[in-house]
């Protein structure tokens, strides 16, 4: 009776997480369907480039998110990165392309030293990385804003507009970024050693430790990658936008946490994919996207955001039951 129940949990945790693993794919499917009958303007194909070029820099951003919370971490600094590369970027090049190289060298740097504090602390004291990063995060701002006197350069040079809003033929070089920084994570993550001791490490950090993984070395690895990835995703944010704004990308790290959760991400850590991330990023750009369309007031942006947040905690708090 005993090994009945048990096998018939599994089977259900099983078929809970598969829900969940192809459930995203199912429901981009359907928002799809029903665009064309809320916004037939969705399909011109300006709007559909329009969509693919925002959605990558949260793409970038949600697959920073991705690899820390598969090692079983968040980082609430991700945004906080992303402004002080770009002021860094502005203040450094001064909207000159001759300046390009030096001020990207510093970028990445800041991004990496980020990352760097927030898995030494997280690693070396034991603090929980929802504490650590909020702190981190809080921080980096206050240093961003005290060194400018909280009115940086706005200055972008103009490789990177191109980079963030301009076209090669005509596919977005920002959609060409996110697709080989998608590629190198996904084989990252499933073709390499690191990513196979990532997943032991977020889904059971002890018994990873026993087998020989350096369970704190990964964790801070992760977390330099995390704030690299911030940093090129608020590059081309900024590219974008043409313009260096002292709050690029305010919201995104809350973003990135939806679409992680909704794409298959777990808070405990040790599950998640690349492909179902960016599924839930493009979920929720879409339909950010149809708000806009529909000339719907700003409010209902933030109410999409909250839905999905919602629908994805509760899949995840779902298969916590079930487990």
């Not at 990558?56 to 820390?68: K, N, P, W, Y």
């Not at 990445?108 to 034991?126: E, H, S, Y």
């Not at 806009?292 to 298969?319: C, D, E, P, R």
Request: proline residues 3%; positive net charge.
């Amino acid at each position: 009776m005993v090994e009945i129940g048990k096998s018939t949990k599994r089977r259900i945790t099983e078929s809970a997480h598969l829900l969940s693993s192809s459930g995203i794919f199912l429901a981009l499917t359907l928002v799809l369907i029903a665009a064309a009958f809320l916004s037939p303007a969705f399909y011109q194909p300006t709007n559909l480039l329009n969509v693919l070029r925002q959605a990558s820099a949260l793409g970038i951003l949600s697959i920073a998110q991705t690899l820390v919370m598969i090692g079983g971490g968040i980082d609430l600094s991700l945004a906080a990165t992303m402004q002080l590369a770009v002021v860094a970027m502005a203040e450094l090049s001064g909207g000159y392309d001759e300046l390009v190289p030096l001020s990207m060298l510093v970028c990445l740097l800041i991004g990496a030293f980020v990352g760097l504090v927030n898995g030494v602390i997280i690693t070396r004291f034991k603090i929980p990385a929802f504490l650590v990063t909020l702190g981190t995060s809080v921080t980096f701002t206050g240093l961003r804003l005290a060194l400018t006197n909280g009115s940086p350069s706005t200055s972008v040079p103009p490789v990177f507009r191109f980079i963030g809003g301009g076209n090669f033929g005509s596919i977005p070089v920002a959609v060409l970024i996110l697709a080989v920084v998608a590629v190198l994570a996904h084989l990252l993550l499933t073709r390499t050693t690191f990513g196979r001791r990532l997943y032991a490490r977020g889904a059971n950090p002890e018994a990873a430790r026993l087998s020989g993984v350096r369970v704190d070395a990964i964790l801070i690895i992760t977390y330099i990658i995390a704030g690299v990835l911030a940093v090129i995703a608020g590059l081309l944010l900024a590219g974008y936008a043409a313009h260096a704004d002292q709050w690029t990308g305010k919201g995104l790290t809350l973003d990135s946490v939806a679409a992680v959760v909704v794409g298959g991400g777990d808070f405990i850590g040790g599950v998640g994919t690349i492909p179902g991330t960016l599924a839930g990023v493009m979920l929720v750009t879409i339909l950010l996207n149809l708000v806009l369309l529909l000339n719907l007031n700003v409010q209902y942006q933030l109410i999409v955001k909250g839905t999905v947040v919602i629908l994805g905690v509760a899949m995840y708090s779902l298969l916590r039951r079930n487990e």
